[in-house]
């Protein structure tokens, strides 16, 4: 039978030993020395092998409950939950049991038991203290109320942060409900979701409602309700934490009333409000700004993209990017004026502004409250007044074309009157040579006039915004430059090919046209090579995109365009420390020509000269 019952131990995993008192010898079991990873081999079965495993603090426990067990003659049994050391060096806790089972008198003589290793659940039950004492003090010391509350709504506990805020004390707290200190507007609402918490509907709660103090005043508050299940799953109570919102509440309202101001004062200015809930994805335009566009009876509006998706291609890039810096903190106030597509077709010019009111927790932007506002009228103005600055800047550049063409033109005349007037006054002069200057003298005379006839002409169209054009010949344009430049050319023997095709005309301002020719020419020649022979070529192109105009090509000093090449056509330019020049010519070479929608280029190399291409539309 003894057998029987060490078997059966073994089987249980419960190590047995078996003690002879007198002899202080001991027999332990192969599963009592497994309890602490030994081979049955590894241990001796002797009182030290006992007395090296267990763990030295619980010894004298251990020894006071086996002298019990002696002194009571079996009646005061032997059994203790003690800790012995494992082999890998942790430790291990053991139920030890055992009992008296042969006596000699008073004196005991065999004593048998067994081990039960109850490691885990001692660690569970470690577990649970440390997990009950945690509650305990998140419970007692938390900053927001908390309260257990039985299943019929009666509190259970109270934490002293819950009987501050609603001016109780714990003691009575605990004689009341929560039904009696909830406002009766809020209390079917947490009545609901509390059962379908016990129906097991849900598994928590959260809500804002409002309680009663102590005093009658009325407090807001968010609680979040959990229920507690016992080991059958039957509910147990209710943790509820509950946290004192009033100010916030407050501070709600307060921003309602503002914003009901707000939108007052705005709808009455004629401005439209837009209310936009990021989080939930929901956006609000009111009747004024659907208005605005002609569209308040098309449900438009409610939409989220709805307003974006009329917004004028060329001002959506900026529209939503002005929106996202303001999102992103780097804006205090959203700016930006855009075009919306009404429902005519036409399109309308917004100010839109706006700011964020409400951050989540991570200060991530909640809700953003913005106004739209008609300004079609005032870009209007603005036009008609870049449309004035405009005009005037036109007619302050052909007052100064005007003044060039003065100075540049009739100088150019003079200078050859003054030249010739000096040879006939010459005592030296042959009468056949005073005869051919006469002839020149008539020509320089005729040219004069025409150029006098297109000043008068420049004048006239001062107080008018249309500058005059006529059809003109551009090869004899060139040719008359070239004449007006002979004395130049024949000085400093400077060969100008005109490749200007003879039936190739355009209508242009003469004055103008004038004007450009001598400048690029007399540029050419000024500027001429000082080794090689000065050449001039001036061609016709025509481009495949409808470009067209002429080009002026010189083989003369060139310019250097990296160091020049910002300022070439600026007023009072110059680069080669020409005496003679004024720092005018390119300048306004370029605003004539511009002046009709056309534009020059220029490229150019030191020692090899320039070429001017001038497009003339």
């Given at each position: 039978?003894?057998?029987?019952?060490?078997?059966?131990?073994?089987?249980t995993?419960?190590?047995?030993?078996?003690?002879?008192?007198?002899?202080n010898?001991?027999?332990?079991?192969?599963?009592?020395?497994?309890?602490?990873?030994?081979?049955?081999h590894?241990?001796?079965?002797?009182?030290?092998?006992?007395?090296?495993?267990i763990?030295?603090?619980?010894?004298?426990?251990?020894?006071?409950?086996?002298?019990?067990?002696?002194?009571?003659?079996?009646?005061?049994?032997?059994n203790?939950?003690?800790?012995?050391?494992?082999?890998?060096?942790?430790?291990?806790?053991?139920?030890?049991?055992?009992?008296?089972?042969?006596?000699?008198g008073?004196?005991?003589?065999?004593?048998?038991?067994?081990?039960?290793?109850?490691?885990?659940?001692?660690?569970?039950?470690?577990?649970?203290?440390?997990?009950?004492?945690?509650?305990?003090?998140?419970?007692?010391?938390?900053?927001?109320?908390?309260?257990?509350?039985s299943?019929?709504?009666?509190?259970?506990?109270?934490?002293?942060?819950l009987?501050?805020?609603?001016?109780?004390?714990?003691?009575?707290?605990?004689?009341?409900?929560?039904?009696?200190?909830?406002?009766?507007?809020?209390?079917?609402?947490?009545?609901?979701?509390?059962?379908?918490?016990?129906n097991?509907?849900?598994?928590?709660?959260?809500?804002e409602?409002?309680?009663?103090?102590?005093?009658?005043?009325?407090?807001?508050?968010?609680?979040?309700?959990?229920?507690?299940?016992?080991?059958?799953?039957?509910?147990?109570?209710?943790?509820?934490?509950?946290?004192?919102?009033?100010?916030?509440?407050k501070?709600?309202?307060?921003?309602?009333?503002?914003?009901?101001?707000?939108?007052?004062?705005?709808?009455?200015?004629?401005?439209?409000?837009?209310?936009?809930?990021?989080?939930?994805?929901?956006?609000?335009?009111?009747?004024?700004?659907?208005?605005?566009i002609?569209?308040?009876?098309?449900?438009?509006?409610?939409?989220l993209?709805?307003w974006?998706?009329?917004?004028?291609?060329?001002?959506?890039?900026?529209?939503?990017?002005?929106?996202?810096?303001?999102?992103?903190?780097?804006?205090?106030?959203?700016?930006?004026?855009?075009?919306?597509?009404?429902?005519?077709?036409?399109?309308?010019?917004?100010?839109?502004?706006?700011?964020?009111m409400?951050?989540d927790?991570?200060d991530?932007?909640?809700?953003?409250?913005?106004?739209?506002?008609?300004?079609?009228?005032?870009?209007?103005?603005?036009?008609?007044?870049?449309?004035?600055?405009?005009?005037?800047?036109?007619?302050?550049?052909?007052?100064?074309?005007?003044?060039?063409?003065?100075?540049?033109?009739?100088?150019?005349?003079?200078?050859?009157?003054?030249?010739?007037?000096?040879?006939?006054?010459?005592?030296?002069?042959?009468?056949?040579e005073?005869?051919?200057?006469?002839?020149?003298?008539?020509?320089?005379?005729?040219?004069?006039?025409?150029?006098?006839?297109?000043?008068?002409e420049?004048?006239?169209?001062?107080?008018?915004?249309?500058?005059h054009?006529?059809?003109?010949?551009?090869?004899?344009?060139?040719?008359?430059?070239?004449?007006?430049l002979?004395?130049?050319?024949?000085?400093?023997?400077?060969?100008?090919?005109?490749?200007?095709?003879?039936?190739?005309?355009?209508?242009?301002?003469?004055?103008?046209l004038?004007?450009?020719?001598?400048?690029?020419?007399?540029?050419?020649?000024?500027?001429?090579?000082?080794?090689?022979?000065?050449?001039?070529?001036?061609?016709?192109?025509?481009?495949?995109?409808?470009?067209?105009?002429?080009?002026?090509?010189?083989?003369?000093i060139?310019?250097?365009?990296?160091?020049?090449?910002?300022?070439?056509?600026?007023?009072?330019?110059?680069?080669?420390?020409?005496?003679?020049?004024?720092?005018?010519?390119?300048?306004?070479?370029?605003?004539?020509?511009?002046?009709?929608?056309?534009?020059?280029?220029?490229?150019?190399?030191?020692?090899?000269?320039?070429?001017?291409?001038?497009?003339?539309?």
């Open positions: 039978m003894e057998n029987i019952y060490k078997i059966i131990l073994e089987e995993l419960a190590g047995y030993w078996d003690y002879h008192v007198r002899e010898t001991v027999v332990l079991s192969p599963a009592f020395k497994a309890m602490f990873g030994y081979q049955d590894e241990l001796a079965n002797s009182t030290d092998t006992w007395a090296k495993l763990v030295e603090e619980d010894r004298s426990r251990m020894d006071e409950c086996v002298a019990g067990h002696y002194l009571s003659h079996g009646l005061k049994p032997y203790i939950d003690v800790r012995y050391k494992h082999k890998n060096g942790s430790i291990v806790w053991i139920n030890t049991t055992g009992r008296v089972i042969e006596w000699d008073d004196e005991p003589v065999r004593m048998v038991g067994c081990h039960l290793d109850i490691t885990q659940k001692k660690k569970a039950e470690l577990s649970r203290e440390i997990s009950e004492e945690t509650f305990r003090n998140a419970f007692e010391h938390s900053s927001i109320g908390m309260v257990l509350v299943t019929e709504g009666k509190f259970m506990k109270v934490n002293k942060s009987c501050a805020m609603l001016g109780y004390t714990a003691e009575e707290l605990i004689t009341k409900t929560f039904q009696e200190i909830t406002h009766p507007e809020d209390l079917e609402a947490d009545l609901s979701l509390l059962q379908k918490t016990l097991k509907e849900i598994k928590n709660y959260q809500m409602k409002r309680y009663f103090t102590n005093s009658g005043k009325i407090i807001w508050v968010v609680l979040n309700v959990s229920l507690v299940l016992g080991e059958d799953d039957e509910p147990l109570y209710f943790v509820s934490q509950i946290k004192d919102i009033t100010e916030r509440k501070a709600e309202e307060a921003l309602r009333e503002s914003e009901r101001r707000w939108a007052f004062a705005s709808e009455g200015s004629g401005g439209g409000l837009w209310d936009w809930d990021i989080k939930n994805k929901i956006i609000f335009h009111s009747e004024q700004c659907m208005r605005m002609g569209m308040e009876n098309d449900n438009f509006g409610a939409v993209g709805d974006t998706s009329r917004v004028h291609p060329d001002d959506k890039e900026k529209y939503t990017a002005d929106l996202a810096k303001h999102l992103n903190g780097e804006t205090e106030i959203y700016t930006n004026q855009h075009r919306v597509l009404c429902k005519d077709n036409t399109y309308k010019w917004i100010l839109d502004r706006g700011k964020i409400e951050y927790e991570n991530n932007p909640l809700r953003v409250i913005g106004t739209h506002t008609d300004i079609t009228e005032q870009k209007n103005k603005e036009e008609q007044l870049r449309e004035t600055l405009d005009m005037v800047s036109g007619q302050n550049n052909r007052l100064l074309n005007f003044a060039y063409i003065v100075s540049h033109n009739l100088r150019t005349h003079a200078s050859n009157f003054k030249m010739i007037m000096d040879v006939l006054n010459d005592p030296q002069t042959e009468d056949e005073k005869t051919e200057l006469s002839g020149h003298l008539i020509k320089v005379s005729e040219q004069l006039n025409d150029t006098i006839t297109n000043l008068n420049v004048v006239s169209i001062q107080t008018n915004i249309d500058i054009t006529a059809e003109v010949n551009l090869h004899s344009y060139v040719e008359k430059a070239i004449e007006l002979s004395n130049d050319i024949a000085m400093w023997k400077v060969e100008i090919d005109n490749r200007i095709p003879h039936d190739w005309t355009l209508v242009y301002s003469p004055a103008y004038e004007s450009i020719m001598l400048n690029l020419l007399s540029n050419g020649i000024k500027y001429r090579s000082l080794t090689n022979p000065p050449k001039i070529t001036i061609e016709y192109f025509h481009e495949q995109t409808g470009g067209h105009g002429f080009i002026v090509a010189d083989n003369g060139g310019i250097d365009l990296k160091k020049n090449g910002e300022d070439l056509f600026g007023m009072y330019k110059t680069f080669h420390g020409n005496r003679d020049a004024r720092g005018m010519g390119l300048f306004i070479t370029k605003n004539q020509v511009e002046s009709f929608g056309g534009k020059i280029e220029v490229s150019s190399e030191l020692g090899k000269g320039t070429t001017f291409k001038v497009y003339l539309n």
